[in-house]
């Protein structure tokens, strides 16, 4: 099963979007990378790679940042661990962590995976 990282500059904000998947895929794989390690705003790399070495199979993880420090800090890592399975994902935190992690537990491989997920930026909330 593909693991998801959830990282955003918030810890409050990446363990609510993570109940949120578990409230629809509660076997989803997934770890979280919010704030700074003080409990502070921010990004933590130590975290981030942390959140990575928790949920890392063979199938890979896929990561939703954010903004911001968060998609450097991600940048960085992805390139640094280029022996590992590791994607990230350019979409909406929430929705497309829901989708990411009903995927998942679905049994998607990592491409598609990230794919759903990043359908999720073309998904329209209110109709016209």
Known sequence: MVGLVIVTHSAALAHGV????RMMAKDARIATA???EDGGFGTSYARIVAAIDSVYGEDGVAILMDA????????????????RRLRMADCPVAEGGVVAAIASVCGANLDEV????????AAQKIGN
Do not use: D
């Open 18 to 21: 993570a109940e949120t998947c």
């Open 34 to 36: 919010g704030g700074m």
């Open 68 to 83: 911001g420090s968060s998609i450097l800090t991600v940048e960085t890592i992805v390139e640094e661990m280029g022996h």
């Open 114 to 121: 990230v794919r759903r997920a990043e359908e999720t930026r």
